[in-house]
């Protein structure tokens, strides 16, 4: 994987691909998919993420104040509703679903190496998190698989860099059709 700046981080999330979000508090481990989100600022890049507290992994970001978005390939839909369908109070996703972590740099939350990308950050509010279930996020570090990203995702030439995009109601669409409207 190669480290994404972070003044270009953003161009990582600008099309909302659907992340799994993963946090890691002393024995509690969770990862759920997360569709609702929106970048605030570009640099220093900062995230909401709209994630309802009742969720296992909330609380575990909410305990830590850390957390990582991993951006998975649309090959792991499987994974993507495995993890959105099961709660991590019942389950731990990581070994049922054979989840492969790695460490980030700059946090203790785990990153899901089999992803195309992740970001990962700090909660800045836990306030408004636990009130209105906006998790305010600053990124702190990004990582993408090499030949997927080039300071822009090379969906023209790379087939693997079309991400999913939830429609709702377990229905999803694919990137389509690239247009550069600077040539
Ligand atoms: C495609 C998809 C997208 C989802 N997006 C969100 C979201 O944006 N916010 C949220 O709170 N829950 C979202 N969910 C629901 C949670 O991911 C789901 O309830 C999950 O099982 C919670 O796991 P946990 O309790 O182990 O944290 C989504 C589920 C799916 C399948």
Redesign the pocket.
Known sequence: MKEVPLEDAYRLINHNP?LLCASIHRDRI????????MPLSKYPLEVA????TT????RIITDSRELTMNIPYSAQLDL??Q???????DVN?FKKFNIPIGNTKTSKAPYITSCAAYLAGKLMDSRLAMEHEIFKIKITEAYVEDDLFDGRWLIDTNPRARFLH?LGD?KFAIDGEYIDTKK
């Open positions: 659907l969770g990862v759920l998919p997360v569709a609702w989100y993420l709209a994630i309802s969720h296992y992994t909330a993507v509703m993890c959105g369908t099961t709660h991590g109070d996703k939830h377990g």
